[in-house]
């Protein structure tokens, strides 16, 4: 839709409402304003969301692989063939025999329930950029040092240099009873993965002292697998499963957190639905503002037909002035939008300054930062959604506007 240089006048001046024209003026900004706020918390909500899913996604599967094979209810006595298979199949980027058992530890009369991971040195050595303090390479078989998460170290008061005791519940059976088995430990490492519950309760040590400590000989719980395609880790897991059916379990990250990932997703389609009802919102009341503006110049588009402007022209003109309005308030939820992510932290911050509450409590939200992950595709959506219904809200006042009888207005002139 093309404006001459007369119909662009025109709408120029409808933007900016003279004298006794005070209120149209007012609502045609608090609608501006509406359609901002509206594109604004769309954009920053729906990034959020995002940022959710990605940050659990990479944190959670990237310490715990895409996909987990374990044996049914007890170790894998063969797993060294189980892991050769693994590798060989096609799409598996890599495999790592690792034991995960929940026991507790003690340090200076303090303990706490933690989750033991004996992990092969490669592995260990991918938490180096997690690393707070302290050094990942002492950590090797038989050393006696373990890695420690940042929380779990807060709450029993340890640090790097530590001696802490852990132990193995079901011990060995002596003539007098079970005896729990307990080993020290120090502390070489603490880091922090960013999930609340990983820093809390993990101790990261060496494959072969896992075993040690949890009594299970040469035997493994589980093989770690890391495909090149996350989204497809069923499909490229299915030749091992049916090959190895009936004698070990094949879970992948999505049915691990089926639940988690699946309430994400539901939520971020629910907010997207409910946030654009404030869009809607802003869309009436450009509708109500350029009604008000069309009976307010209907002597004005009565002259403009007996001069010759034709309807086309004034549905042109009217379309124009509501469009610009939807248009200029996208623009600036836009920009609203991206420095509210671009500072979310410090505004979380701040609003905990100033009202005292802890708005983002790590324990609860799992993660421990706001995160944020904006989809190009989604800001395109929203915006082309804000520029649609900006356009249909001038339709109707734009025909009553073309359809104004000169002759009907200017009789009684």
Do not use: C
């Amino acid at each position: 839709m093309i404006l001459t240089p007369f119909e662009w006048t025109i709408a120029k001046r409808y933007m900016m409402p003279g004298r006794g024209e005070t209120f149209i003026a007012l609502v045609a900004g608090i609608s501006l304003a509406a359609v901002m706020l509206g594109v604004a918390a769309l954009i920053i909500v729906m990034s959020v969301m995002n940022g959710f899913r990605a940050e659990l996604f990479d944190k959670i599967v990237g310490l715990n692989g895409h996909a987990i094979v374990q044996g049914y209810g007890e170790p894998i006595d063969n797993w060294e063939d189980v892991l050769r298979d693994v590798r060989e199949t096609p799409g598996v980027v890599s495999a790592s025999p690792l034991i995960a058992a929940p026991t507790f530890l003690t340090f200076n009369g303090r303990s706490a329930g933690v989750q033991v991971r004996g992990n092969t040195q490669r592995d260990i050595g991918k938490l180096a950029s997690k690393v707070l303090v302290g050094n990942l390479s002492a950590i090797t078989p038989e050393s006696g040092k373990v890695a420690i998460g940042a929380r779990l170290a807060e709450n029993i008061g340890a640090r790097v240099g530590s001696s802490i005791t852990i132990f193995n519940v079901q011990g060995r059976p002596t003539p007098f009873g079970t005896v729990p088995r307990q080993v020290l430990y120090e502390v070489s490492a603490i880091f922090e993965v960013g999930v609340f519950d990983y820093d809390e309760t993990f101790v990261i040590m060496p494959l072969k002292d896992a075993q040690t400590l949890m009594l299970t000989g040469d035997t493994i719980e589980m093989i770690e697998v890391t495909t090149n395609d996350p989204d497809n880790v069923d499909e490229i897991l299915a030749p091992i499963k049916s090959k190895l059916e009936g004698q070990v379990a094949i879970s992948d990250w999505k049915m691990i957190n089926a639940s988690l990932f699946e309430a994400l997703a539901v939520e971020r389609v629910a907010m997207f639905v409910v946030l654009s009802i404030i869009v809607l919102v802003a869309v009436f009341n450009i509708l109500s503002s350029l009604i008000m503006l069309v009976r307010a110049k209907t002597r004005d588009i009565a002259i403009l037909r007996t001069m010759g402007a034709t309807r086309r022209s004034l549905m042109k003109i009217f379309v124009t002035t509501g469009f610009v309005v939807g248009a200029l308030g996208t623009v600036a939820g836009l920009a609203l939008g991206f420095t509210f992510l671009f500072f979310r932290q410090s505004i979380v911050h701040g609003i905990q300054f100033v009202t005292g509450i802890e708005l983002w409590d790590p324990s609860i939200r799992f993660l421990s930062e706001l995160p944020s992950r904006t989809d190009p595709f989604e800001v395109l959506i929203i915006v082309i959604m804000a520029l649609v219904l900006s356009f249909l809200a001038t339709l109707y006042p734009a025909l009553k506007a073309a359809s104004t009888d000169p002759v009907q207005v200017l009789r009684y002139e």
